[in-house]
């Protein structure tokens, strides 16, 4: 581009410069913009480790620059330093955030310091025991993996809020005999050991996937929610019984508070309204039917970042003015690569019929190749932009392109286009997403790429093996791998959970009830996702798996219960749901606002991944404490015999 390939040193050399890259139609909006103020440059850096340092050194070079210009720089690499910035500011202030909330439900449950303290090293030594094992076997902290120690609280608080409610609920008054502790234990053990062997199950099902984040996480939580069930059944019920009886308001508020009342008053609401709660559970299935196919995907790293970030600041600044750089390159290979194959004027045709429809697509530009450059450089000399039709001029304009490239003091331009017995050839081209003039998202990107497929078979010999490729398909294939992941893991748990509950209620009509307020909560997930444009990304995908595992524990609490009153009042189906609300009711809304409450924390995480998954995992075991509450009893409610009986009377 400038005398001597090096930076011009005059006012000659700077004219000369200025005018070779004005008319080079490779340079425009690849190293200069279109409104001719923007000028790029493009390096590749390769494979590094330490990224700090790099980035520091870039700094520095910028720093210089910025005493002239407005500079922007954008890379993978500053995003991965970036990334493990944000983390290192999250992780602490998310660990002391929830650990605050869990607290305060935790004295708002019970009002009793026993209750805050126990509960709080209970989880904290289950966190320790996770942070632990991940640090033995060399887990890092990831995007995914950071939401671990949090989700370890959060579910293990559960557990703990379900011993204290059992443990004030069978407290006696004489301090001598602690044999009422025992009796406690014994009516919630199976509860916890269900509910955290569904949990672990839902967590485990994602070692059945390919991505070793989403295996690390589900191994890591699993450990910590083992440590914290273990610790509730053994730790916590020991150091209770070293403590002084407590009072009897104490007792009194967990049994006849105003939230058992208000359990109460609601078994009467869902037995009067059970017929339009069913109907309820149908339109969602109905509702998640028709919206689920709309679900939108998303791998692109700059969407991580928060929006004020600098780093997408200058991204989307040097898309909207050069494009961006989502390239795509499609290599052929010439059949038992015969050498000077791609010199034949025939199949260079056909190459260039390709390029030409390529071209015409609105969302891809700048179209790079063997190709393009040989009809350049024929325009030059002949004055037609077109491919030659004698092989000898061919031959001779490559002969030029491979003088061009050897005087160049870095790779040659030829050799990414071309090997140098012209066996192998590769197009190269950008995509951009003309109407908003960002990045080409993936669904947008998958559905291009299928109509360049068609021409590619219509056009293209199918001997040179045509074969698409680049960084941008490398993320199409990431949320191929999440959909697929997600998939096998959701089928994985749910049989898995199904197989269990069977065998512990000893029913499979049992266990499909207790996965009525499990299928509630996903679909309400999957509604939320597409009506507040949550796309499915690396991290939200595992909501499914968590929802699976926690929600299912809601309702094997409510159907050990359930069944236990059904034997002891078989003729009062009023009373039994009634007593089954009571008793199980306000243990359920105490670990459902604890675990939506700690999980809404991770909404104060900088990733955008992080916070949807916060949220959604909240949305989701909400709606399967609903679903517990207030749609299990009205599927409870069909075909028992006290409604057979009032039929035939009737």
Excluded at 38 to 46: D, E, N, Q, R
Excluded at 362 to 390: A, C, R
Excluded at 490 to 501: D, E, G, Q, R
Aim: glycine share 6%; with cysteine; charged share 20%.
């Amino acid at each position: 581009m400038s005398p001597g390939s090096k930076a011009p040193d005059t006012e000659e050399e700077l004219a000369v410069f200025r005018d070779n890259l004005l008319s080079d139609p490779f340079a425009r909006r690849l190293l200069l913009s279109e409104d001719r103020s923007v000028l790029a440059v493009i390096f590749s850096t390769g494979r590094m480790s330490d990224h700090d340092r790099f980035v520091a050194s870039l700094d520095a070079i910028l720093d210089d620059l910025e005493d002239h210009f407005a500079v922007h720089s954008t890379s993978i690499v500053q995003s991965t330093f970036m990334t493990k910035k944000y983390l290192l500011r999250d992780f602490p202030r998310l660990l002391v955030f929830t650990s605050l909330f869990i607290l305060v439900i935790y004295y708002l449950g019970f009002r009793a310091k026993r209750a805050v303290l126990l509960p709080a090293l209970v989880v904290g030594f289950g966190t320790i025991w996770c942070l632990g094992f991940m640090g033995l076997v060399r887990y890092p902290i990831s995007v995914v993996s950071i939401t671990t120690p949090p989700l370890v609280l959060i579910l293990g608080s559960s557990y703990t809020i379900h011993m204290l409610n059992q443990y004030y609920r069978e407290m006696r008054g004489d301090p001598e005999n602690r044999m009422w502790i025992v009796s406690a234990v014994s009516h919630v053990n199976k509860t916890i050991l269900m509910a955290a062997l569904t949990t672990v199950i839902g967590f485990g099902s994602l070692l059945a996937t390919n991505m070793s984040q989403s295996r690390e996480f589900g191994l890591s939580t699993s450990v910590g929610i083992i440590a914290c069930a273990l610790l509730s059944l053994f730790f916590l019920p020991a150091t209770l019984s070293l403590l002084r009886t407590p009072s009897a308001d104490q007792r009194r508020r967990v049994m006849e508070g105003s939230l058992s009342r208000i359990m109460g008053r609601l078994s009467a609401f869902v037995l009067r309204w059970r017929a339009a709660l069913i109907v309820v559970f149908v339109v969602t299935a109905v509702a998640f039917g028709l919206l689920v196919g709309e679900l939108r995907h998303l791998s692109e790293y700059i969407n991580y970042f928060p929006a004020r970030d600098e780093l997408v600041k200058d991204t989307n600044f040097i898309t909207e003015k050069l494009g961006g750089y989502q390239q795509i390159n499609l290599t052929m290979t010439a059949p038992g690569e015969r050498r000077n194959y791609f010199l034949d004027p025939d199949v260079l045709q056909r190459i260039s019929e390709f390029e030409r429809r390529l071209g015409r697509r609105e969302d891809v530009y700048q179209v790079i190749s063997f190709v393009t450059y040989l009809k350049h450089l024929n325009e030059l000399m002949t004055g037609q932009e077109e491919i030659p039709e004698t092989r000898g001029l061919i031959l001779l304009l490559s002969r030029y392109l491979k003088i061009m490239s050897a005087e160049a003091h870095t790779d040659s331009i030829l050799s990414t286009l071309a090997n140098e017995d012209f066996s192998r050839l590769t197009v190269s081209f950008r995509i951009y997403d003309n109407d908003r003039g960002k990045y080409l998202y993936e669904d947008a990107q998958r559905k291009l790429m299928a109509s360049i497929r068609e021409d590619i078979d219509a056009i293209l010999d199918p001997e040179t093996s045509p074969e698409l490729w680049g960084i941008s398909l490398r993320y199409l294939s990431l949320s191929e791998i999440v959909d697929r992941n997600q998939q096998v893991s959701m089928l994985v748990a749910i049989s898995l959970i199904l197989v269990a509950t069977s065998l512990s209620f000893r029913s499979v009509l049992y266990g499909l009830f207790s996965l009525i307020p499990l299928t509630f909560g996903i679909m309400m997930n999957f509604i939320f996702m597409v009506t507040a444009g949550i796309p499915l990304d690396i991290t939200t995908v595992l909501v499914t798996s968590v929802t699976i595992g926690v929600g299912v524990d809601n309702s094997i609490h409510f159907l050990l219960q359930f069944r236990k009153q059904r034997r002891a009042l078989p003729d009062h189906r009023a009373s039994v749901f009634a007593n089954t609300l009571r008793i199980t009711g306000r243990p359920i809304l105490l670990t459902t606002a604890s675990i939506v409450g700690g999980l809404l924390v991770l909404t104060l995480a900088s990733f955008r991944p992080i916070i949807y998954f916060g949220l959604l995992v909240a949305v989701s075991l909400l709606s399967t404490a609903v679903g517990t509450l207030i749609i299990l009893p009205a599927f409870l409610t069909i075909g028992s015999a006290e409604e057979k009986r009032a039929g035939r009377t009737a």
